[in-house]
């Protein structure tokens, strides 16, 4: 069993001032390399690295729908807990007439959100996979 030893045993020791090290951070900052050292021995060894660009406008959308998403998840849960409560309160018959007019209401709103919140999911993936 002859294994190739990739074991690397050698070391380069480099010294960078400030600012040319913040720009090598910077710059491995936005690759796939998972450590400084990896980055590194890509760029001295003339081997390819692999950059993430991002569309900022396109983060900056994902920021609002994930607000927009938190938010109308909030607005269907408070919508639903005062219709249980209203519920409790049935020997009222107001209150059950009241209901009952709602009630088609209240399934509508949490289907627009659920709507709007898958719509958001498909988003994300899309957004996710480019």
């Keep these: 069993m002859n ?11 480099l010294r960078l001032s400030p600012d040319e090290y913040a720009k090598v951070h910077s710059q491995f900052k936005r690759t796939t ?11 001295l060894l003339s081997k390819p690295v692999t950059v993430n660009y991002r569309n900022a406008s396109l983060d900056e959308l994902m920021t609002e729908l ?20 209203l519920n409790s309160l049935s020997q009222i018959s107001q209150f059950r007439d009241w209901l009952i007019a709602y009630d088609s209401d209240k399934q509508k709103l949490l289907d627009q959100i659920e709507e709007i919140k898958n719509h958001i ?7 996710l996979q480019s």
């Excluded at 294994?3 to 020791?13: A, P």
């Excluded at 994930?66 to 409560?85: D, S």
């Excluded at 999911?121 to 957004?127: G, R």
Aim: glycine share 2%; net charge positive; aromatic share 8%.
């Design 66 to 85: 994930i607000k927009l998403r938190n938010e109308l998840t909030a607005a269907g849960n408070n919508f639903n807990q005062a219709v249980k409560k």
């Design 3 to 13: 294994e190739d030893n990739n074991n690397r045993t050698k070391w380069i020791h």
């Design 121 to 127: 999911a498909e988003t994300s993936k899309k957004w």
């Design 33 to 43: 390399a998972r450590k400084l050292s990896e980055y590194a021995r890509k760029v």
